[in-house]
């Protein structure tokens, strides 16, 4: 079945600063790629997500890109700020067959001031 | 709309009890999955449903049972509760190819 596997586990950046969380996958056949962000005591929420006949998508100060014959596929915050603290997850998703998403364990990323 | 709601949001079990936690959803989304989030471990999928009167199993299936009478509803079971299922359940529920919308959560301690 489908593996999806995060990294880094824990980033620290400085406000103002970039951030970028990566991810790999397994199942060639995953099309459908979210990015999800976890404040604490909430629920996940969409950030973004990319399909897989899109190589990048933008959204303000976040973007993601897609590597689908190396199974890569990054976030990209830029200009970082204090309330983007938060655990992020990554997921990959199949087409069929219920729409199955498998996450990656999460990168617990702080911002400092 | 309230999208998806859980219940309960607490609850503390006795090992070897049961329980059910309901997931209710009023989007008209055919596909429904029940995830449990574990520190470290980001979300795993237990069971899930494409549509009324089916149910699958995910990723870490054993000892929960799924039942999905309506289209609304989701039900996640536990027959006889351990210590290894404190967890926090998440349901979700979603149209297609499209984002998923998760509940709020309920927060299970099994001692």
């Known amino acids: 079945g489908e593996n999806v596997e995060q990294h880094p586990s824990t980033l620290s950046v400085q406000e103002g600063d970039s951030a970028v969380i990566k991810c790999t996958y397994s199942?060639?056949?995953?099309?459908?790629f979210p990015w999800y962000k976890q404040e604490l005591g909430k629920r996940p929420q969409l950030i973004i997500d990319?399909?897989?006949?899109?190589g990048e998508k933008k959204d303000q100060r976040i973007a993601v890109t897609l590597n689908k014959t190396a199974k890569h596929f990054s976030l990209h915050i830029t200009e970082t700020q204090p309330e983007d603290s938060a655990v992020y997850f990554c997921a990959a998703s199949i087409a069929g067959g219920g729409f199955k998403t498998i996450f990656g364990a999460g990168t617990r990323l702080f911002v400092k001031a | 709309n309230a999208g998806v709601t859980q219940t309960p949001k607490f609850r503390v079990l006795k090992t070897g009890q049961s329980m059910t936690l309901l997931c209710a959803q009023d989007?008209?989304?055919?596909?429904m999955y029940w995830y449990r989030q574990d520190p470290g471990m980001g979300l795993r999928l237990i069971h899930y449903s494409v549509g009324e009167g089916t149910t699958a199993k995910g990723e870490v299936p054993d000892g929960y049972n799924v039942s999905r009478l309506k289209k609304q509803n989701f039900l996640l079971g536990l027959e006889s509760a351990a210590p290894s299922q404190t967890s926090v359940y998440f349901c979700?529920?979603?149209?297609?190819?499209?984002?998923?919308?998760f509940g709020p959560g309920t927060r299970l301690t099994v001692t």
């Open positions: 989007m008209n989304h055919e596909y």
């Open positions: 199942d060639s056949a995953s099309n459908y």
């Open positions: 979700a529920s979603r149209t297609g190819g499209q984002e998923q919308y």
């Open positions: 990319i399909r897989s006949n899109v």
